[in-house]
């Protein structure tokens, strides 16, 4: 009769099975919680910002601020003083090129003006005088000349006779001498009254011309005078604005005093103020965009002003092309400087991990999103929106770009 065999529960090969699957449990375990000895912070996902690793055109910018400025100043001072009689803008009135502004009185100006012109007078009359006397002396000079040219003659004819005379026997030796030494005595006198002629002639000529670099020289100055005395009347140098004014009738103001000034309003320049860790990449022709009423403008470096204070540098911009309408002096305007061209570059968006990590280190958050781990990472070039990925980091992979200020000593963030 067959017997009933009792089938036993814990086989060899049960055994076997089940600790086979207890050790692969146990090194699961080991391998994934007891192994794992980095610190770890559990943080909700709602708390951080993640963003996605781009690849994209990058241009490196700054924001900077500057304010409009006139292209053109022109500050009204004044050459000469006096007390104002009459004012005939105000401030903030539209000018054109001679219109009057204000004017001035000053007597001892006038005196001086009706002194010149009298010395002026005087120093016409002399010329005047000067260069009579030289054309009389001239003439004299000429008629003692002919005068002596013609004696000349006849005794030239008076002593060449004489001499056949004398040589026929028929007149004495002492009358052929007498003849010969008056006409030897003439020759002379011709000589020296040409030379004095020369020398009189050379005399007046530097007379003249002194009296006519004495007129001119009174001319001048009575122009200058009255060029002084028109000054009094202060008018407008150039088309612009009149922004400021500062006296009233009745008021006396001294020579040198800044009466107001005149804006150019055609066009404006825009003074910019820069941090000074960009001095060395801020040059001349640079340019910035700026928005304004939903248009773009351009505008390019004119000046850069190297002296630095309070850690800030200055440059002047102008519009490259049309300037917005509606802009005013003093008005603010925030540009994005270009300190580069635009290139391709592996980019993550800007944010606070930057100020803890000093873009050294970042979380990359696991294909799985359900952590994140601290990688190391290298910046290069940045504006106010991205950072340039240099080293670490992949196009698609995402990372933390929100604050690190409680995490900055954890490995790995447990998303939740």
């Excluded at 022709?285 to 939903?294: A, I, L, P, R």
Aim: charged share 25%; glycine share 8%.
């Amino acid at each position: 009769m067959d017997r009933v065999i009792e089938k036993k529960m814990w086989t060899k090969k049960r055994i076997v099975l089940l600790s086979s699957a207890a050790l692969f449990v146990l090194f699961a375990l080991y391998t994934f919680v007891l192994s794992d000895t980095s610190s770890k912070l559990n943080v909700e996902t709602e708390r951080l910002t993640i963003s996605e690793v781009k690849r994209a055109p990058f241009q490196e910018y700054i924001p900077v601020t500057g304010t409009v400025e006139p292209i053109q100043t022109f500050f009204l001072d004044l050459s000469d003083g006096g007390k104002v009689v009459g004012k005939y803008l105000e401030e903030g009135a539209m000018l054109n090129i001679g219109t009057p502004i204000i004017k001035l009185d000053n007597p001892n100006l006038s005196l001086q003006v009706l002194s010149t012109q009298s010395n002026f007078v005087q120093a016409q009359s002399i010329s005047r005088q000067t260069r009579l006397g030289y054309e009389q002396n001239i003439i004299t000079r000429r008629n003692q000349m002919l005068d002596l040219n013609l004696n000349l003659l006849i005794q030239e004819r008076t002593y060449k006779n004489n001499k056949v005379l004398y040589e026929k026997g028929m007149i004495s030796k002492n009358e052929f001498d007498e003849s010969r030494e008056k006409y030897e005595t003439m020759l002379k006198s011709l000589e020296l009254v040409k030379e004095s002629l020369k020398k009189d002639s050379l005399t007046y000529i530097q007379l003249v011309r002194q009296g006519e670099s004495d007129v001119e020289m009174s001319k001048n100055y009575l122009t200058l005078v009255q060029n002084q005395l028109a000054n009094l009347t202060v008018s407008a140098p150039i088309k612009g604005q009149l922004t400021s004014l500062n006296c009233e009738i009745g008021q006396s103001v001294g020579a040198g005093y800044r009466l107001g000034q005149i804006d150019n309003i055609d066009s404006f320049k825009v003074r910019t103020e820069i941090d000074e860790h960009y001095i060395s990449r801020i040059t001349e022709g640079q340019t910035g965009e700026y928005e304004f009423d939903s248009k773009i403008y351009t505008l390019k470096i004119k000046t850069v002003y190297p002296q630095v204070t309070n850690g800030r540098f200055y440059v002047d911009m102008i519009f490259t092309g049309k300037q917005p309408k509606g802009i005013r002096r003093g008005q603010t305007m925030h540009i994005k400087l270009q300190l580069g061209g635009l290139s391709d570059a592996l980019l993550i968006e800007s944010g606070g991990f930057f100020s803890t990590t000093g873009g050294q280190w970042i979380f990359v958050v696991d294909k799985s999103g359900t952590f994140a781990v601290r990688k190391q990472i290298k910046i290069g070039r940045q504006n106010p929106q991205y950072y340039e990925v240099l080293e670490g980091l992949k196009a698609g992979e995402k990372v933390i770009t929100s604050s690190y200020d409680n995490y900055n000593e954890y490995d790995k963030l447990v998303l939740q």
